[in-house]
């Protein structure tokens, strides 16, 4: 009984060979071949502009894979702050079989505030549900940024000539008299 088990390499205390070199190699073969990759958001967050101004409204951008997305809108983003440190917490979706990607890709734009002058960080927190029906909670970046200037008053609109009825007539009048001495100028010439 003894022989039959250590043809195998098992039971055996010290002999592990038939483990090691037979066994373990194809499990690790199996694991690689089996194993599915690694899906996440195609890049960190940014903020665009790059060098915000007091008058710029902030987006956060995220290249996204088309099974992550950082906002379904469904729940509103929370901006909080202190000091200045700007938090911005998104609610979004993650799925994690490659077959049922439904999300699409390219950069999600999501608009975010705008500060005065000074220097922040803002923290991008992603929260999905996870496999299990459970909230995941992800902090995927925490970007630096400076707002330079200072604000621009916006300026005053300034009205422009419009017609009023009378101009409308007035126009209308011209241009069937223009078409009326075209029309007759080419009966004449016939």
Known sequence: MQQAYSQFGFGLPG?????????????????????????????????????PTPNDTISVDILGDGCDILDTGVVAIQITQQGNAITGVFFGGHEGDPENCIYGTGTQTYPVGSWPAGSYTFAVVWNYFGAAGEVETQTLGVIPFTVT???????????????????????????????????RKQLRNE
Not at 150 to 162: F, L
């Open 15 to 51: 002999n592990r060979g038939m483990f090691k070199h037979r066994v373990a190699p194809q499990l690790v073969l199996l694991f690689v071949l089996f194993a599915r990759p690694a899906r996440a958001f195609g890049g960190p967050p940014y903020l665009v502009p790059a060098n």
């Open 149 to 183: 200037g200072t604000v621009i008053p916006p300026t005053a609109a300034v009205g422009a000539p419009t017609l009023g009825i009378a101009g409308l007539g007035i126009l209308l009048l011209g241009l069937v008299g223009i078409a009326r001495w075209s029309l």
